[in-house]
T-cell receptor, first 113, second 111 residues
């Protein structure tokens, strides 16, 4: 199993541009999440999904959109990029068992200038 | 909403010394998870604690959940350079799978 994969690894955007961060998991997990991590900070939840067709906002959803058309994929869309969106973005997935550890992808480092 | 405070923010230790990080909440937590993130890497799950007073060990790592379920600790005995990284605690609300993370404790080990 590849686990959780994310593309791209790095990206530089100009202010106002848009992009989609891709996330795919091959563990058949129902739950998927998007986090952002700013330097010296913990992870903040942007959006999450409990299954295909179902998404909901996390703590910091403004400026982002998501969709979940399949169990495997959970893309994150940035519209009108702003410097405040410069961050490292992590996708994660989990299975709702007794121990629901989250499995993280390698991250996308995004710079908006 | 609920939050957790992690202390210390940074810790520098000589290799072989012990290390402890604490995770404190003002409200009762239903569970606590611990993750490790190596420099430049992604968070990796270490353990989940659910019961009041629970203690779990993984080799040199000891995890505790307080009796009141308001605090937790991670203790590393005889640190090694492979222990370098940031340790995060995280919790979810009752019946929820969303995690709220602390800001982490960054551990440096001096060889």
């Amino acid at each position: 199993n590849a686990g959780v994969t994310q593309t791209p690894k790095f990206r530089i955007l100009k202010i106002g541009q848009s992009m989609t961060l891709q996330c795919t998991q091959d563990m058949n997990h129902n739950y998927m999440y998007w986090y952002r991590q700013d330097p010296g900070m913990g992870l903040k939840l942007i959006y999450y999904s409990v299954g295909a067709g179902i998404t909901d906002k996390g703590e910091v959803p403004n400026g982002y959109n998501v969709s979940r058309s399949t169990t495997e994929d959970f893309p994150l869309r940035l519209e009108l990029a702003a410097p405040s969106q410069t961050s490292v973005y992590f996708c994660a997935s989990s299975y709702p068992g007794v121990v629901y550890e989250q499995y993280f992808g390698p991250g996308t480092r995004l710079t908006v200038t | 909403g609920q939050q957790v405070m992690q202390i210390p923010q940074y810790q520098h230790v000589q290799e072989g010394e012990d290390f402890t990080t604490y995770c404190n909440s003002s409200t009762t937590l239903s569970n606590i998870q611990w993750y490790k993130q190596r420099p430049g890497g992604h968070p990796v799950f270490l353990i989940q604690l659910v019961k009041s007073g629970e203690v779990k060990k993984q080799k040199r790592l000891t995890f505790q959940f307080g009796e009141a379920k308001k605090n937790s600790s991670l203790h590393i005995t005889a640190t090694q350079t492979t222990d370098v990284g940031t340790y995060f605690c995280a919790f979810s609300g009752a019946g929820s799978y969303q995690l709220t993370f602390g800001k982490g404790t960054k551990l440096s080990v001096i060889p």
